[in-house]
């Protein structure tokens, strides 16, 4: 009895830890402290398909990947696949006192010709809570810590290499919907390892533009918008969290 109990305890470790990868176009995955989705939103503008893997998590950080191979609609993003987190959301930017985040992350393979982003995706909104990309969204704020093959962000560039939580930016801006989007474009290239406090871009963004201390944080996010190519692109570690005043 003592061996079986032991071969039955080594097979539910290894379902607890083992990576699990989802398929379908909108499925979501637990992770930890945050949720792990395909949000493949886009996927009708061409031809393709994509996973995404959970290799692990727990309540501070995540582990994860996806590979795609999407073609045609060379300017339309097809998916979002992205971590969201469950906790870091429902604070006023006048309330944040920090929000440390660590995003280490690679392609481990890349195909030439490759147009996709990688990068943050934080929605603000007048009311404590509501979904991304709803009606409940007065801002879009983009960090792109990779831009590959000429794609562009929402709007036009307004500012160039502005300086943010030691990194330096391109500035767009453009409305998208009923909200506005505001991309922080690396203007180093690819930055594969980021290590900052959000809120050096949630003060820049109240001081030199405009937007309202009073806005809430409703979701932060951080994936890829891949447009055309093949990839395999590997988050080896990510975290975010949000401390309050
Ligand atoms: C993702 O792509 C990598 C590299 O090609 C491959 O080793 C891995 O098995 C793929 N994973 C899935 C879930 O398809």
Redesign the pocket.
């Known amino acids: 009895m003592r061996l079986y109990s032991s071969i039955i305890i080594a097979a539910l470790s290894v379902i607890a830890t083992g ?1 699990q ?1 989802i398929s379908g176009q909108y499925d979501c995955l637990p992770a930890g402290g945050y949720t792990l989705c395909q949000n493949l939103w886009g996927k009708s503008a061409g031809v393709g398909s994509q ?1 995404s ?1 959970l290799t692990s998590s727990s309540s501070q950080s995540v582990s994860w ?1 996806t ?1 795609y191979t999407w073609a045609n609609g060379p300017n339309n993003v097809k998916s979002y696949a992205n971590i969201l987190s469950n906790s870091a959301k429902g604070v006023q930017l006048q309330n944040v006192a920090s929000a440390p985040t660590s995003w280490t992350w690679s392609y ?2 890349q195909s030439s010709g490759i147009r996709a982003d990688v990068s943050y995706d934080i929605w603000l909104g007048v009311a404590s809570s509501g979904n991304p990309a709803t009606s409940a969204s007065s801002y879009e704020i983009m960090i792109w810590l990779s831009g590959l093959g000429g794609i562009q962000p929402v709007g036009s560039q307004i500012l160039s290499n502005v300086q943010i939580a030691g990194h330096t930016w391109n500035l767009w801006k453009g409305p998208n919907a009923n909200w506005q989007v505001l991309s922080f474009v690396s203007a180093t290239g690819n930055i594969n390892s980021f290590n900052v406090d959000l809120n050096a871009f949630f003060t820049y963004l109240v001081q030199q533009q405009g937007v309202s201390a009073s806005q809430y944080i409703q979701a932060i996010q951080s994936g890829t918008e891949p447009f055309v190519g093949t990839a ?1 692109l590997v988050t080896s570690t990510y975290s975010v969290s949000i401390t309050r005043k």
């Open positions: 990576a990868t996973t893997t990947s590979n481990a393979t395999n």
